[in-house]
Every structure is written in C-alpha cells, then in structure tokens.
C-alpha cells in the first residue's frame, strides 16, 4: 500500500517569513495531493490539492508543487500570519485503482511567531 | 448543508462497555470514511464504504472494532469491549466522489477509556 512520509513534524516561523512542509510517497500510481490543515480542537479541512498532470497549483499565499519522478510533494505558505499556525497534513490518492484510501502523512505543527 | 455531523463530541467510558459512535454524512455523497487519530499515529483510516457497502476494513485494528452504514444517511463505529488505548479522536467525512475528491471531516469524538 502508499506510504507518506511528512518533514519536518514542527516548525516554526516567524510572521511574514514562509513556510515549507515537505511529502514523499511510495505509490507511482498515486495522482491526487491534497493537503488539510488542522486547527487546534477542530477537523482537518482542505486548504489546497494538486493532481499529478499538473507540477504547481497556487491560491493566493499557498502553493503546492508535484515532483512526480522523484515521488514528492510540497507546501509552500509565503507571508505567515499567525492564522497559519495549525496542523497540516499532506496525503496521497490513487484514484485510479477504483478505490478511495487516502493514505496522510503523520503532520507538521506549524507555529507562526508574532 | 450542515456538513458531517457526528456524535457524540466527547465520550468518557470505563474499559470493558460498549461505545457507539455515530455519523451523519453529507447528503449525496457516495463515501463514508471513518478515521482514527492520535498522536503517535497521525490519521488512520479505519474502514471506509461505498453506497453504503464496506469496501475495505482493513485499518480496523481488531475484532472489538465494528462498523455499519444501514442508510446513505447514517454509519456507526462501535467498540466492544473498549480498551484505554483505544482512546483517541475518532473522525467521519465523506466525500462525492465523481471527480470531487475533497474528503469532508466532521467535528470528530473525542473518547477517553478509562
């Protein structure tokens, strides 16, 4: 089955700076990328997906990049706020295997210093 | 649409009761899904179903853990007997599939066994 391995577990950033979470994953066949973010206390949400025909997907201050070769993906937040701190999870989809098991990676705590 | 509603929010029970847990998905949508998550091992799919068939129970830890979807409407996740490590966060989202891959969270329960 898919395996997501996430880097790093937590960061911290100071306001204004960026943010990258870093993704690999095992499975070639895998073609849909989302990522969530978790608030304290709350449920993970979507913030941002990617599927494998496309190498870069932006929506105002959050990219995601897909390096399908070499089986990784990545988070890119510019302009921190301290909004932004939450949980983020990537995660990996093989849509094509006519099933629906999104495998996450283990999370990324990110803390945006004022 | 009030999204994935679940309850309870918080369970307390003593090890060795039953505990149900219970999902309202999203109207319309094909999959439900319920996740498991903790600190240690992030978010784990624990069974997902299809119109309402189970499709892949693999991520169910053990005989305790059972789930039934009886209507598109309505899924429950029960343990029995429960165990302390068995406490966690447990989540239900669904999703629409046909070309909508967003998985859609509710709040989630949070259950201690003590």
């Known amino acids: 089955g898919e395996n997501v391995e996430q880097h790093p577990s937590t960061l911290s950033v100071q306001e204004g700076d960026s943010a990258v979470i870093k993704c690999t994953y095992s499975?070639?066949?895998?073609?849909?990328f989302p990522w969530y973010k978790q608030e304290l206390g709350k449920r993970p949400q979507l913030i941002i997906d990617i599927r494998s025909n496309v190498g870069e997907k932006k929506d105002q201050r959050i990219a995601v990049t897909l390096n399908k070769t070499a089986k990784h993906f990545s988070l890119h937040i510019t302009e921190t706020q301290p909004e932004d701190s939450a949980v983020y999870f990537c995660?990996?989809?093989?849509?094509?295997?006519?099933?629906?098991?999104?495998?996450f990676g283990k999370g990324t705590k990110l803390s945006v210093i004022p | 649409d009030a999204g994935v509603i679940q309850s309870p929010r918080h369970e307390v029970t003593e090890m060795g009761q039953e505990v149900t847990l219970r999902c309202k998905p999203i109207s319309g949508h094909d999959y439900l899904f319920w996740y498991r998550q903790t600190m240690m091992r992030g978010l784990e799919l624990l069974i997902y179903f299809n119109n309402n068939v189970p499709i892949d129970d693999s991520g169910m830890p053990e005989d305790r853990f059972s789930a039934k979807m009886p209507n598109a409407s309505f899924s429950t996740l029960k343990i029995q007997p429960s165990e302390p490590r068995d406490s966690a966060v447990y989540f239900c989202?669904?999703?629409?599939?046909?070309?909508?891959?967003?998985?859609?969270f509710g709040q989630g329960t949070r259950l201690t066994v003590v």
């Open positions: 499975d070639s066949a895998s073609n849909y």
């Open positions: 995660a990996a989809l093989d849509s094509g295997a006519g099933s629906y098991q999104l495998t």
């Open positions: 989202a669904s999703s629409p599939w046909r070309g909508a891959l967003e998985a859609f």
